[in-house]
C-alpha cells in the first residue's frame, strides 16, 4: 500500500539528548539493585570435585551455620516444613493416619490378612451366602 508518505522530521541535538535523558531517568526509576541472594531450594547443589595438588583447594573453611540449616530445610519433606497444605494437590495424603485404629488382636486374624490381600490384589470381596 503506497499510502502517505511520512515526512522525516530532522531532530537537533537538543531534541535528541531530551530524549535520551527521559529514557536515561525511565530506566533509573525502575532499576533494583539486589544485594541479597540465597540459594534456590527447588534447585539440586552440585558439587564440583576439586584438584588434588592445588594448596588453596585443600585449605579447610569454617562452616556457614546459616547457609546449613537453608540447605537441610529445602531439603525437608512439605509435612515438616509447614503446619498446613500449601498447594491443593497436598490436601490428598496429608493427614495419612487412619481414622479408626484397628486393634493389634484384629490384625493378626487370618480372615482379616485374606481380606486385605485380596483387596490388594485387586479381586472384590464377595460375601458368600
Not at 33 to 58: C, E, F, G
Not at 95 to 103: F, G, K
Request: hydrophobic letters at 35%; proline letters at 6%; one cysteine or more.
Amino acid at each position: 500500500m503506497a499510502g502517505r508518505q511520512k515526512e522525516k522530521v530532522i531532530r537537533d541535538e537538543v531534541h535528541q539528548n531530551q530524549i535520551l535523558r527521559e529514557l536515561y531517568l525511565k530506566e533509573l526509576r525502575t532499576q533494583i539493585l539486589y544485594t541479597q541472594y540465597h540459594v534456590n531450594p527447588l534447585r539440586k547443589v552440585h558439587t564440583i570435585a576439586r584438584k588434588p595438588m592445588s594448596w588453596h583447594d585443600n585449605l579447610e573453611e569454617p562452616e556457614d551455620a546459616r547457609f546449613l540449616n537453608l540447605i537441610h530445610h529445602a531439603a525437608q519433606g512439605p509435612r515438616k516444613k509447614y503446619p498446613e497444605t500449601q498447594t491443593e494437590s497436598q490436601e490428598i495424603g496429608w493427614d495419612s493416619e487412619p481414622l479408626v485404629s484397628v486393634a493389634p488382636s484384629l490384625r493378626s486374624s487370618e480372615a482379616v490378612q485374606w481380606c486385605l490381600r485380596e483387596q490388594s490384589l485387586g479381586v472384590p470381596v464377595v460375601a458368600q451366602q
